[in-house]
């Protein structure tokens, strides 16, 4: 689950690429949206990941690291 921090106000494209920089998972956050819940955990393993968030006002990366 990712609290979007308030309401997004147009289409953001979030990727999610592994320490490769393999594309591991895309998708659309809808205007609108709040809160985005997500299921990668079949995506991805242990390590650390980058989220990209990309659209016209925003350009944003969060890294995040996964314990399994």
């Known amino acids: 689950t990712i609290n979007l921090g308030g309401t997004i106000t147009e289409p953001i494209k979030l990727s999610v690429y592994n320490t490769l920089g393999q594309e591991v998972y895309v ?3 809808a205007s609108g949206s709040k ?7 079949e995506l991805v393993r242990t390590g650390l990941y980058s989220f ?3 659209g016209n006002l925003i350009n944003s ?8």
């Open 35 to 41: 809160i985005l819940v997500i299921d990668i955990t």
């Open 61 to 68: 990366v969060q890294r995040v690291v996964f314990s399994k």
């Open 52 to 54: 990209r968030f990309q």
């Open 27 to 29: 998708t659309t956050i």
